[in-house]
């Protein structure tokens, strides 16, 4: 059975930084996407940044425009865990984060964003940024 677990999330203050990540259990996802998406309260749920595996042990990325240049997402295939590194946080990047992963390997990257490209999802984690 698949599981994955978020970690890392809290209270901070806007501005700075913050460090989750998402430990997958049950199989291996190294060469499958990964992504962490966000709800805010009263918000759908949107997509923040995504990984896909492209050979060669490496990964391509995309995020989110509100989130680009901020928000750094990385691999560990060793770990089977995606990270996503947050800096120069704002009040609306207050959300509960999931991870997400996909048993599609071959997403392209124009459906690495869609929530229903994933089939497996986190319970989430909490920030919530204060002044």
């Known amino acids: 059975q698949v599981h994955l677990v978020e970690s890392g999330g809290g209270l901070v203050q806007a501005g700075g930084s913050l460090r989750l990540s998402c430990s997958a259990s049950g199989r291996s996802f190294s060469n499958y996407p990964m992504a962490w998406f966000r709800q805010a309260p009263g918000k759908e749920r949107e997509f923040v940044s995504g990984s896909r595996w492209i050979g060669g042990g490496a990964y391509q990325s995309a995020h989110a425009d509100s989130v680009r240049g901020r928000f750094t997402i990385s691999r560990d295939s060793a770990k089977n865990t995606v990270t996503l590194q947050m800096n120069a946080l704002k009040h609306a990047d207050t959300a509960v984060y999931c991870c997400?992963?996909?048993?599609?390997?071959?997403?392209?990257?124009?459906?690495?964003?869609?929530?229903?490209?994933?089939?497996?999802w986190g319970q989430g984690t909490q920030i919530t940024l204060y002044s």
């Open positions: 997400a992963a996909s048993s599609t390997r071959g997403l392209i990257m124009g459906t690495l964003t869609l929530a229903r490209s994933y089939d497996y």
